[in-house]
């Protein structure tokens, strides 16, 4: 019966650490018999040799720490169902607010240019397009892998021709005045790599998690293509904010907003430029 297998599951995820057993063994189980994860307690039909074996397949890349939307191959971010593989980082709840942040920016633009720097998955880039049915996104970034899972999502979100992927460095490649800049950039420090949870360490792009002031160069840049008025938005590390939002000030830029995520950490930094 489908509850006897997530209580299995569970079980082998919780003796082996993975984080948040209970809920990784029901979108498992959920996910190889075809059911929503409420059906799990009201189904009886067994579960087919073919559904163990293939539930055997999963649960092993879990116990190996592979990110469960690798394993699934699909995760949900605000009204998308995103492909998401080891080509780009896992989208996640905080870059949810980042969105948020830049749709409450641009709810009163009728057309906005907004430019998303290092798009990975397209997470930011698409939802922005798919949430504001007026807005020019152009999407860029450095890696040829994470251009093609992006334009994978591209050509699945629906969103009418209204994203350009461009592949180049931070901003270079790409002409403005945008109305909004917005990055999601690399901020964990070289030396707390070895830290993080295996999750990310073993399956996620290097290059997209490590990196050094990217964020304060990504706004020192953009100042050459934001519009008079236009908005800089930027997600950074827990204990971050502060030191970034004090750099957009040094930078020129006013109305400095910091933004908790869900968990009440400050994760969003955003800023305006010049006098609109």
Request: charged residues 25%; proline residues 6%.
């Amino acid at each position: 019966m489908p509850l006897d297998a997530v209580h299995e599951v569970e079980g082998e995820l919780r003796a082996a650490g993975v984080p948040s057993p209970r809920v990784d063994a029901e979108i498992l189980v959920a996910d190889v018999l075809g059911l929503a994860r409420s059906e799990l307690y009201s189904s009886g039909r067994p579960v087919t040799a073919f559904e163990t074996e293939r539930l055997r397949e999963l649960v092993q890349r879990r116990l190996r720490r592979e990110p469960l939307a690798y394993i699934l191959g699909e995760w949900g971010f605000r009204r998308l169902l995103l492909k998401v593989d080891d080509r780009a980082l896992v989208p996640r709840p905080e870059t949810e607010v980042v969105v948020e942040r830049c749709l409450a920016f641009l709810a009163e633009l009728a057309e906005p240019r907004v430019l998303d720097v290092g798009v990975g998955s397209g997470a930011i880039a698409l939802a922005i397009a798919d949430e504001h049915p007026s807005a020019q996104v152009v999407a860029v970034d450095s890696s040829e892998r994470a251009l093609s899972l992006a334009g994978e999502n591209l050509a699945r979100a629906g969103v009418n021709g209204r994203v350009r992927l461009v592949e180049g460095d931070l901003l270079s490649g790409v002409e403005g005045p945008f109305d909004l800049v917005v990055s999601n950039p690399p901020y964990v420090a070289p030396e707390e790599y070895d830290t993080l949870q295996p999750e990310i360490r073993l399956y996620e792009p290097y290059e997209a998690v490590v990196g050094v002031g990217v964020g304060a160069t990504v706004a020192a840049e953009a100042r050459n293509l934001l519009r008079a008025g236009g908005r800089m938005v930027l997600e950074c590390g827990d204990g971050q904010s502060a030191e970034l939002a004090g750099t957009l000030r040094a930078l020129g830029y006013a109305d400095i907003v910091e933004t908790p995520d869900l968990a009440g950490r400050e994760r969003v930094v955003e800023g305006s430029w010049g006098s609109s």
